[in-house]
């Protein structure tokens, strides 16, 4: 039902105090103006600084002008015609044990002069002695269709002002709905508005910067973080197990109506030696999937306000659902569930009880991607089938990985790949991670620039020959790594 329909029904039911939470002002009048129209009664209005007035804007005859709460509501209770009035600022007076007392005494002559009072701001509570004769609402946020149905709107206004069409395709208006689900009408219009106007063309180009302004709407400062800079699948070598997966269930999760026995992604763990592209895999997942990617900084969710640590962790997958779809990344989660007080409940526990309760039964589009280096740290309830979709593990590269990742990191500074002897480097650098092999890429081009000589395979081998890659000097800790993955996760490679 839309909120029309059920605020008519209250209206028609006689309720004689209706309680609007709501910050969208111009929304409650937009719909209030229709409700009144369709349960036939004249709308007031009122507000501290415009006084009362009509619906459609003209002044009430009789009005004093007083513009205080008790006067209006004097005003009110005097007034035998039955209406509807829509007051703006009377929130603010609900401290006030007069206001209190007359919006009762309205609710109990209720049966004398019916009218409805409709009390409207954000956070609204009703007062225990009201509770008798109040109601309170939320106004509903827009609906996808509604969503739709406000772009076609400001690409048509658009259009009519600038005398030509907005260039739009089907699948970017989409792509754009999705991304305003969870704003009220004033914000969602505000960001499509943004969104035409730079240069009257809709398309994928315009999803990060409504992104980013969501997020800037729903940000409480903390420990959720919106990164800009999703990576693209093609600057992440190897993994080529894991970017068939997320390439099979793309659709799926994007998909408002999932094909039968096919439930949505939910998110996925991935593990692996240090430098080895997790964290890089995990963000190429957002830009791969074309959403937002969420970034939830489980370390800061402790130093904020000791004590809040739950509360704080609540509030940030609340955010992931209002931002979805979305990737929600946790990058190296064991450092954060890793409890301080062992087995006896502390926060590290409550934290994961929290965690593995939102798992469980969130609806939202928002698929996690957490990270992990240390296996031994992670608490094995994490680790359960059907926690995650899949544990993937990333080991270290095979040589033709090791290649391609030569190639995408010199390319990314300027070389041509071509003028350098791939598979030679792939051999040299056995045992080297992702991150190794760009740091000696990164090394041998200072080595070159300080020669001012050309950047040579030469000299990135020799980089690679000084280099003690960390396969080799924590190779125990690696093995045990690699055994435990063998039989409990799938290889990303
Ligand atoms: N498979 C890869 N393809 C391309 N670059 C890689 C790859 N693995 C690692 N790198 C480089 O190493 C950097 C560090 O890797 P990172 O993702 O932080 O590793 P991890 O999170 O596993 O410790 C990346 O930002 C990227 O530049
Ligand atoms: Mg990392």
Redesign the pocket.
Known sequence: MSDLEDLALLVDARTPLIFVDSSDAARVEDVFARVATRCGRPLYRWSLASGLSRGDGTAVPGDRGDNQAADILAQILAQHELALFLLHDLARYLEDPLTVSQLREIGLRHTQVPHTLVLVGSALSVPAELRAVATRVEMALPTLDELKALVLEEAQAWGARQQRRVQATQAAITALTRNLLGLTHADARRLIRNAIADDGVLSDADLPAVQAAKYKLLDQGGVLSFELNTTKMA?????ATLKRWLADRRDVFLSDTPPPGLDPPKGLLLL?V????????AKSVAGAWGVALLRLDFAALYNKFYGETERNLRDALKTAGVMSPCVLWIDEIEKGLASESGDDGGPGKRILGTLLTWMAERRDKVFLVA?A?DIAALPPELLRKGRFDEIFF?DL?KPE?RSA?FA??LKKRGQDPAAFDLPRLAQASDGF???EI?QAVVSALYAAHGRSEPLSTDGIAHELSVTRPLSVVMAEKMNYLRSWAQSRSVSAD
């Open positions: 600057d992440v070598a190897g993994l692996g240090q430098g080895g592209g997790k964290s890089l895999a990270t280096n990333v590269p990985v990742i995408i990191h991670s992702g991150a760009e």
